[in-house]
T-cell receptor, first 120, second 112 residues
Framework: DTGVSQDPRHKITKRGQNVTFRCDPI?????LYWYRQTLGQGPEFLTY????????KSRLLSDRFSAERPKGSFSTLEIQRTEQGDSAMYLC??????????????????FGPGTRLTVT | QKEVEQDPGPLSVPEGAIVSLNCTYS??????FMWYRQYSRKGPELLMY????GNKEDGRFTAQVDKSSKYISLFIRDSQPSDSATYLC????????????FGKGTKLSVIP
């Protein structure tokens, strides 16, 4: 399977605990994104990496959230001191810089299956 | 007013019908437009990617962009029960920001 993979697929945790999610992008993609999606809403952007550099963060990414992408390969998203409001689907996406077989910049993003977080 | 407006539905159609899904947007900086299909409890799957006004066809799917009206559409011909899903429109300005801005999604049911 050459798509974006995420682990775990489902996480149940108690309020106040820390959780960490992992994303493995499509191998040739140097751009990686994290989004959060709640029921009945579209995904909301959290953060963006180009290779190992974190280039953009949303206001949604509070101090309790941290993301890393060491060596520009897989990425982790950690939530500290989880709150019930953190319950959501956390989606990872990746994209190439150029369209397939071209030198034209592209902005399409390919999503993984998501990690569903439930905070009790 | 949200940057991207999309009627959440639900929309129910008989098998074989032509489905029309729409989004409007307020940010004239948006230049790149995508449609995603999302099955329940799954990640969004990219269906169509366009960056110019006009139509783009791929099999039973046609994406239409009207930048002057800030309006995009996705048409599904000969709809199938397997098309039952939530359809999300997404937009990108192409410069200065790397994020996609999504609509809320329209839930579609195709009845056999």
């Amino acid at each position: 399977d050459t798509g974006v993979s995420q682990d775990p697929r489902h996480k149940i945790t108690k309020r106040g605990q820390n959780v960490t999610f992992r994303c493995d992008p499509i191998s040739e993609h140097n751009r990686l994104y994290w989004y959060r999606q709640t029921l009945g809403q579209g995904p909301e952007f959290l953060t963006y990496f180009q290779n190992e550099a974190q280039l953009e963060k949303s206001r949604l990414l509070s101090d309790r959230f941290s993301a890393e992408r060491p060596k520009g390969s897989f990425s982790t998203l950690e939530i500290q001191r989880t709150e019930q409001g953190d319950s959501a689907m956390y989606l990872c996406a990746s994209s190439p810089k150029y369209g397939f077989g071209s030198s034209t910049l592209t902005y399409e993003q390919y999503f993984g299956p998501g990690t569903r977080l439930t905070v009790t | 007013q949200k940057e991207v407006e999309q009627d959440p539905g639900p929309l129910s159609v008989p098998e074989g019908a032509i489905v029309s899904l729409n989004c409007t947007y307020s940010n004239s900086a948006f230049q790149y437009f995508m449609w995603y299909r999302q099955y329940s409890r799954k990640g969004p799957e990219l269906l169509m990617y366009t960056y110019s006004s006009g139509n783009k066809e791929d099999g039973r799917f046609t994406a239409q962009v009207d930048k002057s009206s800030k309006y995009i559409s996705l048409f599904i011909r000969d709809s199938q029960p397997s098309d039952s899903a939530t359809y999300l429109c997404a937009m990108h300005s192409g410069a200065g920001s790397y994020q996609l801005t999504f609509g809320k999604g329209t839930k579609l049911s195709v009845i056999p």
